[in-house]
């Protein structure tokens, strides 16, 4: 039902692998109920946009550094974003704090996956901190975003278990886990937002 498929725009910084687990639901499912309508980026030259150039998607790049200040590059990336009038904006992997420009105009559409347990280790780090704080279990969190730092309402948590040997790699093994999860938590997410629909009460995201 491609007619009622929900528009998405992706938002990557990296090497994309949450972007690939949608694009590849979308694929496999016509029931999936999303259209990934384009996939944008802070940088040039990285897996996730050759992913979604292979895939066929409209991409764009809208990088910090051509702007004269933040929020100029905030209301650009806005505007970029808006152009392709999307239901739902994913940031998966999107390492950059957007501004009030963008969390306004998405305001209750912008979902974020984030590597750990959130209240718990928000920022750039989520991996490396929760590591270093010793905690046993840790996972991943999508949730909406606000105008703090992965601060908005969660709406699904992933965990998964600290082994031993983890810190010898500083937590990349870890983090490579914690992916797994969270492909599967993402494309779960973003798939019941876009079929059924969703009601956000205070904290609580209610999916019926
Ligand atoms: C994911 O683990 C995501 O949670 C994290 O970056 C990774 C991107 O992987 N995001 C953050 O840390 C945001 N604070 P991917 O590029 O392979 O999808």
């Not at 292979?54 to 004269?68: E, I, S, W």
């Not at 600290?162 to 010898?168: A, F, N, Q, S």
């Not at 993402?186 to 937002?193: M, N, W």
């Amino acid at each position: 039902m491609a007619n009622s498929a929900k528009r998405v725009v992706v938002l990557v910084s990296g090497s994309g692998t949450n972007l690939q687990a949608l694009i590849d639901r979308v694929a496999a499912d016509p029931g999936y109920g999303v259209e990934i309508v384009a996939v944008g980026a802070d940088r040039s030259g990285i897996a996730g946009l050759e992913r979604a150039e292979r895939a066929g998607l409209p991409t764009f790049v809208t990088r910090v550094r051509d702007h004269a200040t933040r929020e100029e590059w905030d209301a650009e990336l806005t505007a970029r974003v808006a152009a392709y009038e999307p239901d739902l904006v994913v940031s998966a992997g999107f390492m950059k704090i957007v501004g009030k420009a963008f969390t306004d105009r998405f305001e209750n559409r912008f979902v974020n996956t984030h590597p750990a347990l959130l209240p718990s280790f928000p920022g750039a780090h989520g991996v490396r901190d929760a590591l270093a704080h010793g905690v046993r279990v840790t996972g991943c969190t999508v949730h909406f975003v606000d105008n703090g730092v992965d601060t908005g309402p969660i709406i699904a948590q992933g965990v998964v278990e600290v082994r031993d040997e983890d810190e010898e790699d500083e937590g990349a093994a870890l983090h490579e886990r914690i992916k797994e999860v969270e492909r599967e938590l993402l494309v779960d997410v973003v798939g019941r937002l876009a079929r059924n629909g969703y009601r956000i009460e205070g904290r609580k995201v209610r999916i019926p």
